[in-house]
């Protein structure tokens, strides 16, 4: 089978400006680490609002030791409670939970692309 496409149709991405943005998780992926022993959360954050609609950012969140502060602030933002001591945790019941995110611009390998930088309740929710 052949087909033919035409990749010249593809827009190109601009890098988000710097913000904070409403959005929705839409997964969230265990990763072995390739710079260290610890593995990681890979999040994947939806854009909600009209003028972003759909555009897609991570957030990396490690598991050792001195990243935990991050995965901690990162949960508490998506309504987590009850996060002192030792827990379990299935990141996929954080999967369709609406946030805010803040957002910058990082240059990596000469590329301007989007970092989230933090995750925020969504506006007129307060953390509980």
């Known amino acids: 089978m052949s087909l033919r496409i035409d ?6 991405l601009e890098p988000l400006p710097t913000g ?18 610890d593995p990681y959360l ?12 759909g555009r897609k950012v991570w ?13 901690q602030e990162t949960l508490e933002a998506l309504g987590a409670t009850n996060l002192s001591g030792e827990i379990d945790l299935n990141p996929q019941e954080f999967v369709g939970r609406q946030c805010n995110i803040v957002v910058s611009q990082e240059v990596y390998n000469g590329v301007t692309r989007n ?14």
Do not use: C, M
């Open 20 to 37: 904070e943005y409403p959005a929705v998780v839409t997964g969230v992926e265990l990763r072995e680490s390739r710079s260290g022993p």
């Open 7 to 12: 990749f010249s149709q593809i827009p190109e």
């Open 59 to 71: 957030l990396v969140t490690g598991l050792g030791v001195k990243a935990l502060w991050k995965l």
């Open 115 to 128: 970092r989230v930088d933090s995750v925020l309740p969504p506006k007129g929710h307060q953390i509980r």
């Open 42 to 53: 890979n999040w994947a954050f939806e854009i909600t609002s009209p003028e972003y609609l």
